[in-house]
């Protein structure tokens, strides 16, 4: 049974969506899992975007954050990446916002 769960993740879903937030930052990354590489990333660290965001750990910066890493994804051909909420984690406030900005511009989420 472990193979066909490592078969279908290797081909079918090779790309997952990491995220981090804290109370001041927003942070998000592409890993391809079978290589265990970081593929894409964005943060609200980044200074030109620390300069520009009136708040770096609002919903409003976890929507700007999804809209940078998805023009990120589209450069690196990546039309669409898998999420799935850790345990406890609700669909709600802040992972709402990065999601659906995510799917607003045109990264499909399996």
């Given at each position: 049974?472990?193979?066909?769960?490592?078969?279908?993740?290797?081909?079918?879903?090779?790309?997952?969506?990491k995220?981090?937030?804290?109370?001041?930052?927003?942070?998000?990354?592409?890993?391809?899992?079978?290589?265990?590489?970081?593929v894409?990333?964005?943060?609200?660290?980044?200074?030109d975007?620390?300069?520009?965001?009136?708040?770096?750990?609002?919903?409003?910066?976890?929507?700007?954050?999804?809209?940078?890493?998805?023009?990120?994804?589209?450069?690196?051909?990546?039309?669409?990446?898998?999420?799935?909420?850790?345990?406890?984690?609700?669909?709600?406030?802040?992972?709402?916002?990065?999601?659906?900005?995510?799917?607003?511009?045109?990264?499909?989420?399996?």
């Amino acid at each position: 049974m472990g193979t066909v769960v490592t078969r279908t993740t290797k081909y079918l879903k090779p790309y997952a969506l990491k995220l981090h937030f804290s109370n001041k930052y927003v942070r998000s990354m592409v890993v391809h899992k079978p290589t265990s590489r970081t593929v894409a990333a964005a943060s609200s660290l980044e200074k030109d975007l620390r300069t520009e965001l009136p708040s770096t750990g609002d919903v409003a910066a976890a929507a700007t954050i999804a809209e940078l890493l998805a023009e990120r994804l589209k450069l690196q051909d990546i039309p669409a990446v898998s999420f799935e909420l850790q345990k406890g984690e609700r669909y709600h406030g802040k992972i709402k916002a990065f999601v659906d900005s995510l799917k607003a511009h045109g990264i499909q989420l399996i």
